[in-house]
């Protein structure tokens, strides 16, 4: 038999309940901005294809949100069942983002309605488009209040701590905390390129079984062209990133780079096993790189994990984590820049069987990337619940309980795949777009 530990399975059901919500969440944040983007190019260029992916995209849509409200909801209750400590002290300061990300859900929620009942009903099709704005800016805002409470975990500031009670909050200051810039701008350019890349590869599939049809070359168009910006975007944001931890969390960026001695000219470690003496083994080096990453020179000295209480030190395997979301939005670049250029270039195709095939591959790895970097967030925070004031251990519960509930939202998780699973296949493979475009006749223009 083995002790039960409450903050194990808090942990546990913590880290199923937010893997499972921020696939939704992401494809919640995301997919609004690729339908704009087509409803507004199908309007420009009177071209009905468009027209028809931002109809389609918005039906898939709808189905997500309905999940992401569950599994948003189950997040909620947990923060407050599992994590009653945290909540008691940490709530207080944070209250105010909280309550911001479920007005912002209403708002998208009541123009998402709006916007997909009023399909043709407007001569001026303009009217309709400025529907989904406010779906964008909720959805995004959604994600800008929840990443505000997750910044806050990571640098906490806006109130006094006193003999374990909350005093002089400010949760205006909560809110804007250090991290949030960059926090916020990684998770809204990551999360509008992985769905630019879900589009992208369910257009590029149907290519590659044959289906030929201009629409899925108009969709996979500009699911690439919008996937190179946001992966751009992301690239450039994670280099921000890299210097906002070497300033307030220089021990997680020390970990997820394995570097052990304060060093200038310090190299960036890529792979490797770490043995029992801190060595690296078979890791790949890059001279000075993690200088450049951490301050911006190759000759700037960045601080080893010798520094730090050993008990302060995350778990190292997020070197891995870290690795793995390098990896991935390297190939997202890579691979979207290449079916640009096949575009561009007349002689080339950039329709052939390996640029579909690496599309297809993005997809799946853009949201492995977005998990990964959660869980770097999470673990690279370890042994800390609230950075500097409060550690895991001591914001769990204590109930004997959270075992049972692992196993209930274990099971309703899977029912809730495997349902959005069997309802978006019948919803698309009863109706395909080769169908829909012959019976509504959108060939003929924007009407319909």
């Not at 369910?202 to 290519?207: H, K, W």
């Not at 052990?260 to 792979?271: N, S």
């Not at 490797?272 to 993690?290: F, H, Q, V, W």
């Not at 997202?332 to 195709?349: C, G, P, R, T």
């Amino acid at each position: 038999m083995f002790d039960y530990d409450p903050v194990m399975y808090s942990r546990l059901l913590t880290t199923l309940t937010l893997a499972f919500h921020i696939i939704f969440a992401t494809i919640g944040v995301g997919i609004p901005v690729m339908i704009a983007l087509a409803e507004w190019i199908g309007i420009k260029r009177k071209d009905p294809h468009y027209i028809l992916l931002a109809r389609r995209w918005t039906r898939g849509f709808v189905i997500t949100v309905a999940v992401g409200v569950v599994t948003g909801t189950s997040i909620g209750l947990q923060l407050s069942l599992l994590w009653p400590s945290f909540m008691q002290i940490a709530g207080q300061a944070i209250a105010l983002p909280l309550f911001m990300e479920i007005f912002a859900f209403f708002f998208e929620a009541i123009f998402l309605g709006i916007y997909i009942y009023t399909w043709d009903r407007f001569k001026n099709p303009y009217i309709h488009f400025l529907f989904v704005i406010p779906v964008v800016i909720g959805s995004s805002a959604s994600a800008f209040f929840i990443t505000a409470v997750n910044a806050f975990m990571n640098t906490p500031q806006g109130f006094t701590l006193e003999g374990g009670k909350i005093t002089q909050i400010d949760p205006i200051a909560a809110m804007f905390n250090p991290s949030l810039p960059t926090e916020i701008s990684h998770v809204l350019t990551s999360a509008y390129a992985t769905s630019a890349f879900i589009l992208g590869a369910i257009s590029a599939f149907a290519l590659l079984r044959g289906r030929n049809h201009v629409y899925y070359k108009k969709a996979l168009k500009l699911t690439m062209v919008a996937a190179f910006i946001f992966s751009f975007a992301t690239a450039l944001i994670g280099d921000f990133s890299g210097k906002f931890l070497a300033e307030y969390q220089p021990i997680k960026l020390a970990a997820a780079e394995w570097h052990f001695e304060t060093a200038k000219e310090a190299p960036l470690v890529i792979g490797g096993i770490l043995t029992e003496t801190d060595a690296i083994k078979y890791g790949i080096k890059i001279p000075y790189a993690l200088s450049f990453l951490a301050h911006g020179t190759i000759q700037s000295e960045v601080k080893g994990l010798n520094e730090f209480p050993r008990d302060q030190i995350p778990p190292l395997f997020i070197h891995y984590l870290f690795d793995a979301m390098v990896i991935i939005g390297i190939y997202m670049l890579a691979v979207s820049f290449l079916f640009m250029v096949a575009d561009f270039v007349k002689k080339w195709n950039p329709y052939q069987k390996v640029i579909l095939a690496g599309i297809i591959a993005a997809a799946p790895l853009a949201m492995f990337a977005i998990e990964y970097g959660w869980i770097f967030a999470e673990v690279g925070r370890q042994p800390w619940i609230l950075y500097g004031y409060m550690r895991t251990s001591q914001g769990a519960t204590t109930s004997e309980h959270v075992g049972t509930m692992f196993v209930l939202f274990s099971v309703l998780y899977l029912i809730l795949a495997v349902t959005v699973i069997r309802v978006l296949r019948k919803m698309f493979t009863d109706n395909p777009a080769e169908k829909e475009i012959r019976e509504t006749g959108l060939e003929g223009g924007l009407s319909g």
